[in-house]
């Protein structure tokens, strides 16, 4: 969502070195797990920019019918999807027929920066602009609240928790969502990483998708 990569839990240190994104931390041990990040992030990155035209699409091709799958009826529902940008697998066929089926489809919008993203319903064909980060968003700005959120990955843990770009966007604004939605976590065959050192403000994902068409549910 965005090209920052400062790993803050939306909000930059203030106050006291071991004070971040509101959550108190050992200021070495977030030093190590902020080190260790960067160098997974550069290291995914990577792999990405291997992957072939041909191979995106096959990715995304099979996340998609898992997605159906897992997701079911979504006439009703509020679905959030996203705009993919830097190889995240390009969900938007998806989407259309989710809106095709009854659902209100939205993508998130970086309203300021470092603050919670809002979701602004998007339909086929509906009129985009350039928002903050150069990401294209709807023209017209219609918040709603999604009962289920799609989450693009660069990788993931075994406790489900996402390893993002890094501006911490996505944490802020699922934490602050009432009623909570369902997270789903769509990402490449190459994403998952052990652990990501989980900080107080990192949301774990419900589901995981990946490129190869497998499914984990964190609930087991």
Not at 21 to 31: E, F, K, M
Not at 93 to 122: D, I, N, S, T
Not at 189 to 201: E, N
């Amino acid at each position: 969502m965005t090209g920052a990569e400062d790993d803050t839990g939306g909000e930059p240190p203030c106050f006291a070195q071991n004070l971040v994104g509101g959550h108190l931390v050992d200021a070495q041990t977030w030093a190590d797990v902020a080190q260790f990040r960067k160098s997974d992030r550069a290291r995914l990155y990577a792999l990405r920019k291997e992957l072939s035209q041909d191979e995106l699409a096959r990715q995304a091709a099979a996340a998609m019918a898992t997605l159906t799958r897992v997701v079911e009826d979504v006439a009703g529902k509020t679905v959030a999807g996203y705009w993919p940008i830097r190889g995240e697998l390009d969900l938007r066929p998806w989407l259309r027929q989710a809106v095709a089926a009854g659902a209100q489809v939205a993508l998130p919008v970086v309203v300021e920066k470092g603050r919670a993203v809002a979701f602004h319903l998007w339909h086929p064909g509906a009129k985009m602009t350039r928002g903050i980060w150069n990401i294209p968003v709807p023209s017209e700005a219609r918040a709603v609240t999604p009962d289920i959120v799609i989450v693009p990955l660069l990788g993931v843990d075994d406790g489900c928790y996402r390893l993002g770009n890094g501006g911490g966007y996505y944490d802020m604004t699922l934490a602050g969502l009432v009623p909570r939605p369902r997270i789903i976590g769509v990402g490449h065959d190459f994403c998952p990483v052990q652990t990501i050192f989980p900080q107080p403000w990192d949301v774990p994902m419900d589901d995981v998708i990946l490129g190869d068409g497998s499914h984990v549910r964190r609930d087991g």
